[in-house]
């Protein structure tokens, strides 16, 4: 049995509930209680034959609040508490840094790294260029992976298996909430999962919210927008060909983040391929020049 730590809380981000909970089941009243009511009402609908993956459990679990890391070991089956994530390196095969604030990302995962753990790192990977070079030799080596669930996601299946005969695509469109820093990632991976493209350039729409538009090389236009707050479910992505149109709103999280976390154990195992893996960077840098971009447009 691979055994997994989970790693870190974030504003927002109820990752660390819902990953550990796919791996190990949940207890119902301990997450009802935890303050992640759309996790334990998705958690709810599915059956317990639904839940767990192959040849792996998390085992171990650090956050930077041990009042936090109880709640989350308790809603999801964890033995193992641990004061300092550090305790992890020789009890774990592998580490899920479930934290999406990108800042905090390296200082925790080089030490995992360099012992030669496996590593899945939460979305995005980072915002920095040079981050970013020391992290590419461990994603080459097959050790660390970064991804949306948008790449994963099941409402995507049907256009993935269609789009070889979708026609000359013209325009892709994808809408998130929140900010072009942490959710424009989603809608580039679940983009990138459908089919391949060269970043060419990017440049930005004015308007109330974060909107940018992408160029590409093969003259597919790409526009994303990230709405802010939003007061409904919202992760759509829509393909534009002269002769067909479809449409996704990404929203099963269950299945998304169950294929995700299958896709990090066959990883551990040495079953993915690394050139696909390697795409990731391809988004950072479209995320790094879009946040560029914003960033001038604010000062």
Known sequence: MIKIGMIGVSDGNGHPYSFSAIFNYYNAEKMRQSGWENIFNYLQKEEKDNFGIKDANITHIWTQDLNESQKIAQASNITHI??????????????????????????????????????????????????????????????????????????????????????????????????????????????????????????????????????????????????????????QLEFFSSTNYEKANCLNAFVSFKRMLEYFVQSIKGQTEIQNNLKTLKQMEILIKGQEILNKCKS
Request: charged content about 25%.
């Open 82 to 235: 641990c004061q300092t994530y550090h305790e992890m390196i020789d009890q774990v095969q592998a580490v899920i840094i479930a934290r999406d604030d990108w800042r905090s990302h390296i200082e925790i995962a080089l030490p995992f790294l360099e012992a030669g753990k496996n590593v899945f790192i939460d979305k995005p990977l980072s915002l920095s260029f040079e981050e970013c070079e020391i992290f590419q030799p461990y994603i080459k080596n097959g050790k660390l992976i970064s991804f949306s669930s948008l790449k994963f996601s099941p409402e995507l299946d049907s256009i993935k298996t269609r789009i070889k005969d979708f026609g000359e695509i013209k325009l892709i469109r994808g809408i998130t909430p929140k900010t072009w820093e942490k959710y424009a990632i989603h809608l580039l991976d679940g983009i990138r999962g459908v089919l391949d493209f060269d970043f060419q350039d990017i440049v930005i729409n004015r308007c109330q919210h974060e909107s940018l538009t992408i160029y590409t090389k093969e003259n597919i236009l790409i526009q994303l927008d990230c709405l802010g707050n939003m007061q409904y479910p919202m992760l």
